[in-house]
């Protein structure tokens, strides 16, 4: 256990919908990475939060978009929700920026119907 | 797009057997880590290998690099039915804040 969390653990939505993924970080990590992880595939990184500020993006269209909160907790939001939205994500906490090890959650498995 | 490729893309092997996977990225980097997954969940943190660095070991995994190839392999030695996974490299490529992930090599040990 990393004693990262997520919630939920599970969600179906249709598409055009939006969703709010949500993501504890592990204690005294200031840093959270969220990840998408289609079937098959490895994890493909969304983005990356610092002390509350968005601090690096990936390949991934305005409406993927992301909170962090003061207790460093983190939520992923995406809106119009398409078909190939569906996948496993993934949200990461590292102890501090630039930390290269990070450590994982469980995921919130998407299905976009 | 995904910066490593491993290969195999699955391997089968007897538990007792070792395991050896691959892993080729493009880009200069400044580490390369090994995470392993099991069915769909969280990502498990391995080991890390930095670039000035050819061979590390931790427990029964012993990982190599070679940069002048840009591949990296994770062994794992007497392989136990519990190390049946999915196993991916992930490198920091050209920064120092996100990951970049293989597609994976899907491992089963049968007893």
């Known amino acids: 256990e990393t004693g990262v969390t997520q919630s939920p653990t599970h969600l179906i939505k249709t598409r055009g919908q939006q969703v709010t993924l949500r993501c504890s970080s592990q204690?005294?990590?200031?840093?959270v990475s969220w990840y998408q992880q289609a079937l098959g595939q490895g994890p493909q990184f969304i983005f990356q939060?610092?002390?509350?500020?968005?601090?690096g993006r990936g390949n991934f269209p305005p409406r993927f978009s992301g909170l962090q909160f003061p207790n460093y907790s983190s939520e992923l939001n995406v809106n119009a929700l398409e078909l190939d939205d569906s996948a496993l994500y993934l949200c990461?906490?590292?102890?501090?920026?630039?930390?290269?090890?990070?450590?994982f959650g469980p995921g919130t498995r998407l299905l976009v119907l | 797009s995904q910066q490593g490729e491993e290969d195999p893309q699955a391997l089968s092997i007897q538990e007792g057997e070792n395991a050896t996977m691959n892993c080729s990225y493009k880009?200069?980097?400044?580490?390369l880590q090994w995470y392993r997954q099991n069915s769909g969940r969280g990502l498990v943190h391995l080991i890390l290998?930095?670039?000035?660095?050819r061979e590390k070991h931790s427990g029964r995994l012993r990982v190599t690099l070679d940069t002048s190839k840009k591949s990296s392999s994770l062994l794992i030695t007497a392989s136990r039915a519990a190390d049946t996974a999915s196993y991916f490299c992930?490198?920091?490529?050209?920064?120092?804040?996100?990951?970049?992930f293989g597609s994976g090599t899907r491992l089963l040990v049968r007893p």
């Open positions: 880009t200069s980097i400044n580490n």
């Open positions: 990461a906490s590292s102890l501090r920026q630039g930390q290269e090890t990070q450590y």
């Open positions: 204690s005294g990590h200031n840093t």
């Open positions: 992930a490198t920091d490529a050209d920064s120092s804040y996100k990951l970049i």
């Open positions: 939060y610092y002390r509350e500020e968005e601090n």
């Open positions: 290998i930095r670039s000035n660095e």
